[in-house]
């Protein structure tokens, strides 16, 4: 069931039941962008078409219009020009969505739902990544371009996104973004906004700053953050577990000191991690469980993954203009968001764990249901798994294997091939040791 007339294409198929009409016409009122006539292009059908559009990366929105319309053949839809799309996108613009953002943004959990708090605190993790954005003198002129190593500019010129992600769900409670130039510390900061007592945040070397460490501490928000292999903090106090009391600035820290070895079939690969904390009780936090739960950082890297590679293809963004791209990204951010809550939803339903839920199944589940503008109202019959949970509860994934590949850069749309990165998959059965390091104390 959908709405009639020219509303009929305003949907996003099951996803709708996540994003309903009323919550749309609530934002599109509070940011005053309803339209005052009735016109072939709603606002409330252009707000669909930009979550729709982010479905269907590889296609322009004249063939994202033509998906949204595919079931939809009893209904009297209008026909519309690329021009008229691209009018009807413009005179909106991205307050809306923003707000719409706004309104689905959290973690996405229950008390119940698995892996989502360690010691009763909300896991989550900061970090930046970088999107690529059609290379227009408009663009180059607002964000710059990156110099390769002869000092040239060279690629496309970037957004930096920061997100605040809960890493139990991979939901995201908070983003900002803008020019790479300005750093992802610098949109870190903005997401401050977001952290909040029984909350514990993982932070990698680059968040590891005194200034930035003691931003996260004012919010009540405990931190558990990668410090850089040259900072050597001093030793004010050894604990039992082997971890010792420092100081940054006034900031009052636990050191951790480890060594981890993963062996694998392929070999033995040992680092040393030195980790600092607000948690300074050593006997309720021992350093070994702190070790083991700094992992969980990678979810906010398997979340961009899910962005940048599964939904955007690693392609470049749309739109032409700074607007235009403030909009496309909150209607990703959106979107994900919005897949997120329906994965979180039927493994909540069936008591399992988010992780074993597949994003790959649920997107191109969400893509069908749209094509077939199937599911977007409730029977009177409710559905609280539906389509989306269904499909992911059905084909769970392994359990999850620590992460030890290296990183390959690959650049999309080349023309050439792109460079393959070749594991062993015997490699995957790794084990991992951790031994806490017991340095040598450093006078303050």
């Given at each position: 069931?959908?709405?009639?007339?020219?509303?009929?294409?305003?949907?996003?198929?099951?996803?709708?039941?996540?994003?309903?009409?009323?919550?749309?016409?609530?934002?599109?009122?509070e940011?005053?962008?309803?339209?005052?006539?009735?016109?072939k292009?709603?606002?409330?059908?252009?707000?669909?078409?930009?979550?729709?559009?982010?479905?269907?990366?590889?296609?322009?929105?004249?063939?994202?219009?033509?998906?949204?319309?595919?079931?939809?053949?009893?209904?009297?839809?209008?026909?519309?020009?690329?021009?008229?799309?691209?009018?009807?996108?413009?005179?909106?613009?991205?307050?809306?969505?923003?707000?719409?953002?706004?309104?689905?943004?959290?973690?996405?959990?229950?008390?119940?739902?698995?892996?989502?708090?360690?010691?009763?605190?909300?896991?989550?993790?900061?970090?930046?990544?970088?999107?690529?954005?059609?290379?227009?003198?408009?663009?180059?002129?607002?964000?710059?371009?990156?110099?390769?190593?002869?000092?040239?500019?060279?690629?496309?010129?970037?957004?930096?996104l920061?997100?605040?992600?809960?890493?139990?769900?991979?939901?995201?409670?908070?983003?900002?973004?803008?020019?790479?130039?300005?750093?992802?510390?610098?949109?870190?900061?903005?997401?401050t906004?977001?952290?909040?007592?029984?909350?514990?945040?993982?932070?990698?070397?680059?968040f590891?700053?005194?200034?930035f460490?003691?931003?996260?501490?004012?919010?009540g928000?405990?931190?558990?953050?990668?410090?850089?292999?040259?900072?050597?903090?001093?030793c004010?106090?050894?604990?039992?577990?082997?971890?010792?009391?420092?100081?940054?600035?006034?900031?009052?820290?636990?050191?951790?000191?480890?060594?981890?070895?993963i062996a694998?079939?392929?070999?033995?690969?040992?680092?040393?991690?030195?980790?600092?904390?607000?948690?300074?009780?050593?006997?309720?936090?021992?350093?070994?469980?702190?070790?083991?739960?700094?992992?969980?950082?990678?979810?906010?890297?398997?979340?961009?993954?899910?962005?940048?590679?599964?939904?955007?293809?690693?392609?470049?963004?749309?739109?032409?203009?700074?607007?235009?791209?403030?909009?496309?990204?909150?209607?990703?951010?959106?979107?994900?968001?919005?897949i997120?809550?329906?994965?979180?939803?039927?493994?909540?339903?069936?008591?399992?764990?988010?992780?074993?839920?597949?994003?790959?199944?649920?997107?191109?589940?969400?893509?069908?249901?749209?094509?077939?503008?199937?599911?977007?109202?409730?029977?009177?019959?409710?559905?609280?798994?539906?389509?989306?949970?269904r499909?992911?509860?059905?084909?769970?994934?392994?359990?999850?294997?620590?992460?030890?590949?290296?990183?390959?850069?690959?650049?999309?749309?080349?023309?050439?091939?792109?460079?393959?990165?070749?594991?062993?998959?015997?490699t995957?059965?790794?084990?991992?040791?951790?031994?806490?390091?017991?340095?040598?104390?450093?006078?303050?």
């Open positions: 069931m959908v709405s009639e007339g020219v509303f009929a294409p305003g949907h996003v198929g099951e996803l709708t039941r996540i994003v309903p009409f009323e919550m749309v016409d609530a934002v599109l009122a940011t005053s962008a309803g339209q005052r006539r009735l016109r292009l709603p606002a409330r059908v252009v707000v669909y078409l930009l979550m729709a559009a982010t479905l269907f990366e590889d296609c322009g929105y004249l063939a994202v219009w033509r998906k949204l319309t595919a079931g939809l053949e009893a209904a009297s839809i209008p026909t519309v020009t690329a021009t008229a799309l691209w009018d009807a996108r413009t005179r909106l613009g991205p307050g809306p969505v923003r707000h719409l953002f706004d309104l689905l943004r959290g973690p996405a959990s229950a008390i119940r739902t698995g892996g989502a708090r360690w010691r009763g605190m909300l896991t989550v993790a900061i970090d930046g990544t970088y999107l690529d954005v059609p290379d227009s003198p408009t663009h180059r002129a607002h964000l710059g371009k990156v110099s390769n190593q002869y000092a040239a500019a060279s690629g496309y010129p970037q957004i930096c920061t997100a605040l992600v809960a890493c139990g769900t991979r939901a995201i409670i908070d983003a900002a973004f803008g020019p790479r130039s300005s750093g992802e510390t610098v949109y870190g900061q903005q997401l906004r977001s952290l909040h007592h029984r909350m514990i945040v993982l932070l990698d070397r680059g590891a700053t005194n200034a460490l003691a931003s996260v501490a004012a919010t928000a405990d931190f558990l953050a990668r410090l850089s292999a040259i900072r050597k903090p001093p004010l106090r050894r604990l039992e577990d082997g971890s010792f009391l420092s100081r940054f600035g006034p900031l009052e820290v636990r050191i951790i000191e480890c060594e981890i070895t694998t079939s392929g070999g033995r690969n040992t680092g040393v991690y030195r980790l600092a904390t607000t948690l300074l009780d050593a006997r309720r936090y021992p350093a070994f469980d702190l070790v083991k739960l700094y992992h969980e950082r990678w979810e906010v890297e398997s979340a961009y993954f899910e962005i940048k590679k599964s939904m955007l293809g690693r392609r470049v963004l749309r739109a032409r203009t700074w607007a235009g791209i403030t909009q496309e990204i909150y209607a990703l951010l959106t979107t994900y968001q919005a997120r809550i329906a994965i979180t939803d039927a493994a909540d339903s069936a008591g399992a764990d988010p992780d074993r839920a597949s994003f790959s199944i649920a997107l191109q589940t969400a893509r069908d249901q749209l094509i077939q503008a199937a599911g977007i109202i409730e029977d009177s019959t409710i559905d609280l798994v539906g389509a989306i949970g499909a992911v509860l059905a084909r769970p994934m392994p359990g999850r294997r620590l992460r030890i590949s290296p990183r390959a850069v690959k650049r999309p749309l080349s023309r050439y091939a792109y460079k393959s990165l070749r594991v062993d998959r015997r995957y059965q790794a084990t991992l040791s951790i031994n806490i390091l017991l340095t040598t104390p450093i006078s303050p």
